[in-house]
């Protein structure tokens, strides 16, 4: 497949570093030479010092014979018209990155289909479901709600009260158990464990199980004490926190702190919640803080452009006992230091954007990607084929790469867990762990 990413900013690097393992045939152009340097030294790929806007350009790199054309540049207008024009001049399929909440509405996709563009994403709004569905569970790192069932995936990081810790996991979690253990974060390796691997404080580990068992969970590991999360602090009034604020749940009381006046008038305007203050001060000001009662909350959430102000923001509200934080990482360099320092959830948005375009490289009917930063590792939803080579016998016999795992499937929308002995059919909607690069490998079973 022939992919051409514009631009070489964070979210089109990080793309082109994903598509590099599949060794797909990638080309990245950026009007700035400067910013290609780097990926053509580090990954297998052709990068071009050339517009997106130019159709010399666009010529010179053979745009007519791209399977995928993806528009990644900071500016949203020279995303769309570079989708045009690269459609126009023979481009299979296009994608650009988008920053106006209008443009992604359902309403407006076929708007934007008759013009040339297949798809378009805006990663701020992307985060803020992630980020939404997060902080509803305080005691929870990583959530995957399998869409219409009652399957779910978390990660939890587990500490030294939790009653898993040190057993083998052939006796904890056998065929008939209410949850599987699907992967092991553990310092900077991520493990999909097998029956003699054991579980140690401070692992953060993922569990696949149904709604019915999630409280049974939260005894094992130890959490029944953290508060349900009814008042939220959001540091920094971007459109992440714009979205934010407007997906968490009416019963939640949301304080939005922004430090530039003009910015707090318009999300007054923007914001029509009556759960939502609007504050006008810096989130780093331990004084405004508590003269807010922000240290009275269950949640706190930093969401500033700067990744260093919000790590050290997250650190001061852990201080401050406030159990759930949330830190939005722009630069990708922080995220091991900032899993090492125990912030809780982490949120990238480049990295969630290029996850959403990577699920349209894979071969299988694929309906979800989610990109796991702090674990290396990617979660995909399958839906089985008919003829499909993952029906042809039950797990244990197949050869399923080594760093994959199943970790549950629905089947006529009622979810159910995998062991050794399932055997799956056509029509199954299947949840997956995969680390490295093996979701590629794994998608030609499915």
Known sequence: MKIVIAGAGAVGTHLAKLLSREKHDIIVIDSNPDKLVDLSNSFDLLTKAVSPLSIEGLRSINVEKADLFIGVTPHETDNIIACMLARKMGARKTVARAD???????????????????SLILPEMIAAQEIASSVSRSWIR????????????????????????????????????????????????????????????????????????????????????YPDVKNVAIMGGGMTSLFTAKLLPDYM?????????????????????????????????????QEENIPNDEAFIALTPNSETNILSCLAAKRMHIPKTVAMLDNLSYVSMAESLDIGTLINKQ????????????????????????ANADVAEFNIKEGSKITSKAIKDLNLPK????????????????????????????????????????????
């Open 253 to 289: 009381h949301v304080k939005i702190i922004e430090k530039d006046e003009q910015r707090c008038r318009e999300l007054f305007e923007l914001i029509e919640n009556k759960n939502v203050m609007i504050i006008h001060g810096d989130g780093r000001d331990m004084s405004l803080l």
């Open 100 to 118: 106006s909440y209008e443009y992604i509405e359902k309403k407006n996709q076929e708007l934007f289909k008759s013009i040339g563009i297949d």
């Open 142 to 225: 990583q959530w995957w709600e399998v869409e219409n069932s009652d399957l779910v995936m978390m990660g939890i990081k587990v500490r030294e009260n939790s009653h898993i810790l040190n057993v083998p996991l052939k006796n904890l979690c056998g065929p008939e158990s209410p949850y599987h253990i699907v992967a092991v974060k553990r310092a900077d390796e991520t493990i999909i464990p097998h029956g003699n691997d054991i579980i140690r404080s401070y692992d953060l580990v993922f569990f696949m199980t149904t709604r019915k068992y999630i409280p049974y969970i939260r005894e094992i590991v130890g959490k029944e004490n």
């Open 351 to 374: 990295n969630i954007a290029a996850g959403y375009i990577y699920q349209m490289m894979l071969k299988a009917d694929v309906t979800n990607v989610k990109t796991l930063m702090v």
């Open 403 to 446: 760093g994959a795992t199943l970790g549950g499937f629905v089947r006529n929308g009622v979810g159910s867990l995998i062991n050794g002995n399932t055997r799956l059919q056509a029509g199954d909607h299947v949840v997956t762990f995969c680390i490295g690069n093996d979701l590629s490998r794994l998608s030609t079973l499915f």
